[in-house]
């Protein structure tokens, strides 16, 4: 017989986890008492509650990501577990590293004015830009709903919108307006170009698989190395970058470098408040 | 309470443990597609931010993946996975201090069968629990992710917490009555 209260295990007798004689104690103790009924309850409908927790599925891109990471880490590892001091070494490098990793994280992005001519893709994009927004040019799908736009690309294209964050903040409602895709061949390549209005100004961004392009841009060392320049001749600025095996062009009127528009697929307030600051670095 | 979710998949993949040990890259996709949507699930709810969730996600699985070799069978190796998945959340938790609030995040992705007003009504309570699970204290809210979403027992999850099993019933436990006095107001609707 339980001479206190039975609180601290009512979930686990819930959910069958005890053994047989403590839970026909526990059982004869909330015949007994009202306090613990109310208390178990309270636990039957946080149970509930609790069930109603969706699954989730990853992202398609993850993959992607995480085969990056192993083919970097795992060269290193594999060899440094042979030589026990030289992985003692390697390891307190790789913490270092990894700190230093977080640190970059943290800084704003590696904005870099380009050098030289733009490339084919980033042409295109420009053009394909001003057609889109003055309306000589159609949109094959016409939405405002990010997850209908992702399924579309992945349906029409070779490459994936998978890294826009259908869960937005709160903000984006007055910020953010998606407005369509199409398909359309630009720099050599068949790529999908999304367009949306950030801050009310309108955004193209073009994306192929590095692959299929002509003059692909160069895939930083970090997802953060992004190439600027300025068409004057449009009055827009172009920002290009790569990562994983896609390629991408952006184009808009935004304030600064444009990089707002970045915020499509940042949308954490400490990230965007990063992007804001980023400076422009002279190229190399 | 539905943990069904986490029964079907309680077997071991030993053989593709054997194989990623052995480096076969084909295994390292195989075992990703048995544990992604879970780590994901996970990181995603406790970090409430589908960016940090990623690089949660991505973190456990290149040491999932690197680290192969050490695991030892000391553990179940799903038990393994998510003391992974449970060390990476509260890292996080301690680096990153802030995340954003989920009362800032509109919630689209979770659609069910029935009528459109069901789906809404659905999808608010949904929304309504992963914001009142988001304020659990760390612990209490890895217990009651690893129970809900993955269907772990009490004794695995007491195992991934590295607590004894009394501490993990208690963090259950108290998460449940968390959550019901949170949400009160549902009473009717659940």
């Known amino acids: 017989m339980l001479r206190r209260h039975a609180i601290r295990w009512l979930s686990a007798y819930r959910d069958g986890e005890l053994g047989p004689e403590k839970a026909r104690s526990i059982s004869d103790h909330l015949e007994r008492c009202s306090l613990c009924r109310a208390a178990f309850a309270e636990v039957a409908f946080g149970s509930r509650l609790a069930g109603k927790l969706p699954l989730v599925g990853a992202p398609d891109s993850l993959w992607f990501e995480i085969e990056r990471g192993v083919t970097r880490r795992s060269r290193g590892v594999r060899r440094a577990l042979r030589w026990p001091r030289v992985a003692a070494a390697l390891t307190t490098v790789a913490i270092v590293a990894g700190a230093a990793w977080y640190a970059f994280l943290r800084q704003p992005l590696h904005l870099v004015r380009a050098a030289g001519g733009p490339s084919e893709f980033e042409r295109s994009t420009v053009e394909e830009h001003a057609r889109l927004v003055s309306g ?6 016409r939405t405002s709903e990010i997850g209908e736009l992702r399924s579309w690309v992945k349906a029409a294209s070779a ?10 903040p709160a903000e984006d409602a007055r910020r953010l307006r ?3 895709a199409k398909v359309a061949r630009v720099g050599g390549a068949t790529a999908a170009v999304i367009g949306y209005e950030m801050d009310s100004e309108p955004v193209t961004l073009a994306t192929a698989r590095l692959q299929d392009l002509h003059d692909p841009p160069p895939v930083g060392r970090f997802s953060k190395d992004i190439a ?4 004057a001749l449009r009055g ?3 920002l290009t970058w790569g990562v994983g095996h896609q390629a991408y062009v952006m184009v808009s009127r935004l304030p600064n470098h444009g990089q707002a528009g970045c915020f499509l697929c940042h949308t954490t307030r400490e990230r965007r408040e990063l992007i804001a600051k980023s400076r422009l670095e002279p190229g190399t | 309470m539905d943990v069904t979710r986490g029964r079907a998949a309680a077997t071991e993949p030993h053989g593709l443990v054997e194989a990623c040990r052995r480096g076969d890259r084909e295994a390292f996709r195989a075992l990703y597609e048995v544990y992604k949507d879970d780590v994901y699930s996970i990181a995603l709810h406790f970090t409430a931010d589908e960016e940090i969730a990623r690089d949660v996600a991505q973190d456990v699985f290149v040491k999932l993946f690197t680290a192969i070799e050490r695991f030892r069978g000391e553990s179940t190796f799903r038990t393994w996975v ?15 201090r802030r995340f954003v609030p989920i009362e800032e995040v509109v919630m689209e992705r979770v659609a069910g069968p029935g009528s ?8 608010e309570l949904s929304l309504r629990v992963r914001s009142a699970v988001s304020e659990l204290a760390p612990r209490v809210r890895l217990a009651i992710l690893l129970r809900y979403l993955k269907g772990l027992s009490y004794g695995e999850i007491a195992e991934v917490l590295k607590c004894s099993p009394g501490t993990g019933a208690s963090q259950l436990n108290r998460g449940h009555r968390m959550l019901a ?3 009160r107001a549902l009473k009717g609707e659940v």
């Open chain 1, 236 to 238: 827009v600025h172009v």
């Open chain 2, 116 to 123: 459109p007003e069901a789906d809404a009504r659905e999808r």
């Open chain 2, 82 to 96: 998510f003391r992974l998945v449970a060390n990476a959340c509260r890292d996080t938790h301690r680096r990153v």
């Open chain 1, 228 to 231: 600027y320049r300025f068409d």
């Open chain 2, 181 to 183: 006095r949170r949400l």
């Open chain 1, 136 to 141: 000589r040019e159609a949109w094959d799908l």
């Open chain 1, 159 to 168: 490459v994936t919108a998978d890294e826009i964050p259908i869960e937005r």
């Open chain 1, 178 to 180: 998606m407005v369509g």
